[in-house]
């Protein structure tokens, strides 16, 4: 008797409960719906971050335009970075959809916290 190519479930892989996940009831568009979401957000926020701080660091914080650009390819610098950090907490702690979930919730909060803008 041969053995299938596919088995039922997919091996070394427990859904969310801890069960043997089973291949027809995981992954596929269902559930990269949520990730394509996030990283379109993602972007949007970035591009309307990048194109708006060198405008904000120099006209309300005053920074010359030196320190401004500085801090503008520090922060772009950052941005692109940390995806490892987060890869490496993903692939050895979180699994990858917990992982988006704190970075999107963290992304939220951090958010929501900032000061409001200074009127002068």
Avoid: C
Avoid at 12 to 41: C, H, L, M, Q
């Amino acid at each position: 008797m041969e053995a299938p190519l596919l088995s039922d479930t997919v091996e070394g892989a427990i859904d969310y409960k801890g069960r043997p996940a089973i291949r027809s009831n995981t992954g596929r568009w269902r559930s990269s719906v949520f990730i394509i979401g996030v990283e379109i957000a993602e972007r949007f926020s970035y591009f309307g971050i990048s194109s708006n701080l060198i405008s904000y660091l120099t006209g309300p914080l005053q920074q010359s335009t030196v320190t401004a650009a500085v801090n503008v390819n520090t922060w772009s610098g950052v941005a692109f970075i940390l995806p490892l950090f987060g890869a490496f907490v993903a692939d050895g702690y979180l699994g990858r959809y917990r992982m988006v979930f704190f970075a999107s919730l963290l992304y939220i909060l951090v958010g929501i916290s900032l000061p409001p803008p200074v009127h002068h």
